[in-house]
């Protein structure tokens, strides 16, 4: 079992920035990697980012450059340092980590831009 705890999310106005963190506990060390998802109303959840336990990263297309995924191996925390925010970003976001077989999602954290 993996426990994924969400930080940071909130109200920013376009062009801010905010840092997420996820806090994973439990069998961490069988996590193969881990990734930000958004849903947006009315949306599909999507992948932001994602790194790998080798720290290899990848991104989804809307965020390159503006976004920046990783992890902290001490603290067993990912963060997602998020730049340049615009309204379209506004979502909740979800930390997911993956092991074999299973994938865990953490609660969410609300990210508002406004314009």
């Known amino acids: 079992q993996v426990q994924l705890v969400e930080s940071g999310g909130g109200l920013v106005q376009s062009g801010g920035s905010l840092r997420l963190s996820c806090a994973a506990s439990g069998s961490i060390f069988s996590i193969n990697y881990m990734g930000w998802y958004r849903q947006a109303p009315g949306k599909q959840r999507e992948l932001v980012a994602a790194?790998?336990?080798?720290?290899?990263?990848s991104y989804a297309d809307s965020v390159k450059g503006r976004f920046t995924i990783s992890r902290d191996n001490a603290k067993n925390t990912v963060h997602l340092q998020m730049n340049s925010l615009k309204p379209e970003d506004t979502a909740v976001y979800y930390c997911?980590?993956?092991?074999?077989?299973?994938?865990?999602w953490g609660n969410g954290t609300l990210v508002t831009v406004s314009s």
């Open positions: 790194i790998t336990s080798g720290g290899t990263t």
């Open positions: 997911n980590a993956h092991v074999p077989d299973m994938a865990y």
